[in-house]
C-alpha cells in the first residue's frame, strides 16, 4: 500500500466508501486501517462504545491517511457513513447520490428526506476525485441473521454501483 498510485492521474485519492448496518463496524475498520498505517493506535473516526439501535455517525466524511515522507498522505482516503437501519439511518438514495460524488463533505444525514440538488451539502458538479471509487460493504460476523429491509437497502445500492460501473468504465 507504501508505493500505491492511482492509474489515472486526474483521480487525486481511490475514495472507498464503507456502508452497512448500524454496529457493524465501519467507522472502527476505517480507525483499524489508520493504525496499521500509523503503526499506532488511532481514533479519528469515532466509533461508538456501546452496541444501539441508532447510528453513531451521522455526517457523510472523508478520512485521509498521513504517510511520512514528502507526499503526506495516502492516495486513498476512507468515506464513513451513517449505518443502514430498518426504519430511520441513512437514506439508500443518500448512498446512490454520494457515489457519483454529489454529497459534501461534512454533510449531516437527514434521515427524513434525502439530499437534492440546490442543497447546501449537494455537490452539483463533482470531479472524478469526489466520486466513489471502492463500495466495501461491512457486516458483523456475530450478528443475527440480517434484517430484511436493511438487506434490500443494501441490494438496491449494489445495483447503484454496478449500474455506475458500466456508465464510467463501459467495456
Ligand atoms: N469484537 C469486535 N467489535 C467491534 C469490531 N468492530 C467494531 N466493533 C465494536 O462494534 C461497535 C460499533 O462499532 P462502530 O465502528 O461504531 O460501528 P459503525 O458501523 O460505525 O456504527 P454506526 O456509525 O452507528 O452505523 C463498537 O462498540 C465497536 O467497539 C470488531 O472487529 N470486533
Ligand atoms: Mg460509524
Known amino acids: 500500500m507504501k508505493d500505491f498510485q492511482p492509474q489515472n492521474e486526474e483521480v487525486k485519492a481511490i475514495r472507498v466508501l464503507l456502508h452497512g448496518p448500524v ?11 489508520n493504525s496499521v498505517l500509523q503503526m499506532r493506535m488511532t481514533n479519528e473516526a469515532l466509533a461508538s462504545s456501546t452496541t444501539s439501535d441508532q447510528s453513531f455517525t451521522i455526517k457523510y466524511q472523508t478520512y485521509k491517511i498521513k504517510k511520512e515522507g514528502k507526499e503526506n498522505i495516502y492516495p486513498f482516503v476512507f468515506n464513513d457513513v451513517m449505518g443502514l437501519e430498518e426504519k430511520t439511518g441513512v437514506k439508500e438514495e443518500d448512498i446512490k447520490l454520494a457515489l457519483k460524488g454529489h454529497v459534501k463533505d461534512g454533510y449531516k444525514f437527514n434521515p427524513v428526506s434525502s439530499l437534492s440538488d440546490g442543497d447546501h451539502g449537494y455537490n452539483s458538479s463533482p470531479s472524478i476525485s469526489d466520486r466513489v471509487h471502492v463500495l466495501v460493504c461491512i457486516y458483523d460476523a ?10 434490500q437497502k443494501m441490494k438496491k445500492i ?3 454501483a454496478s449500474e455506475l460501473e458500466k456508465l464510467y468504465y463501459p467495456s
Open 23 to 33: 454496529g457493524a463496524g465501519k467507522s472502527s475498520f476505517i480507525n483499524s486501517v
Open 142 to 151: 456475530n450478528a443475527s441473521e440480517m434484517k430484511e429491509p436493511v438487506l
Open 158 to 160: 449494489r445495483e447503484a
